[in-house]
């Protein structure tokens, strides 16, 4: 049987004292007393001009691509909006098409309120019910396929409840010019 005492000093260890600030440990590997290691020439770079020139060049091509696009291309836009008319059919904003899309199938309260539950639970459960201490995803496959499975069931939900639902929420192909129809 051990001690207490020796059981309490090997959990609590003396607090270091460099310069006259009190820590509670020491990071191996690391200078003590705020020292900074010296970084050659070669292995320093700056984030002015480097790291923000190229962000500025990134975001002035992207933005410079959608001006070209809506330049290119004509927006699918309808009329005007009339609030004395409902449009068929009535279609939740893109993130949200995929609920709407189990609302056509399921009853409301299984697909408003149990699925949705469901995934949040289930993906705040699964690094419980996934133990495997390797942090790398080839290790983690009840992880990985979880949660491909559930991006690939929304993401293809969200592209039928957007691309594929026309009026009366019937089935309509993309290409097929339904919009003007009411």
């Given amino acids: 049987m051990t001690d207490r005492s020796t059981v309490n000093d090997r959990l609590t260890p003396d607090p270091v004292v460099i310069e006259n600030h009190r820590v509670l440990g020491v990071v191996p590997g690391i200078p003590p007393g705020g020292e900074r290691k010296e970084l050659e020439r070669e292995e320093a770079v700056m984030v002015w001009p480097h790291l923000l020139v190229r962000h500025a060049v990134a975001s002035l091509v992207v933005v410079g691509l959608v001006v070209l696009l809506a330049v290119l291309f004509n927006a699918p836009l309808r009329e005007i909006a009339n609030p004395n008319l409902t449009p068929n059919p009535e279609k939740a ?35 419980y019910i996934d133990r495997n201490p390797h942090l790398l995803p080839r290790y983690r496959k009840v992880a990985v396929a979880t949660f491909t499975i559930f991006l690939v069931v929304w993401i293809v939900l969200t592209l039928i409840g957007f691309m594929f639902r026309g009026p009366n929420w019937g089935w309509v192909w993309p290409w097929q010019e339904w919009y003007g129809e009411l």
């Fill in 93 to 127: 904003p893109w993130y949200f098409a995929a609920l709407q899309e189990l609302l056509a199938h399921f009853h409301p309260q299984v697909a408003g309120v149990l699925v949705p539950t469901g995934i949040i639970v289930g993906l705040a459960a699964l690094p």
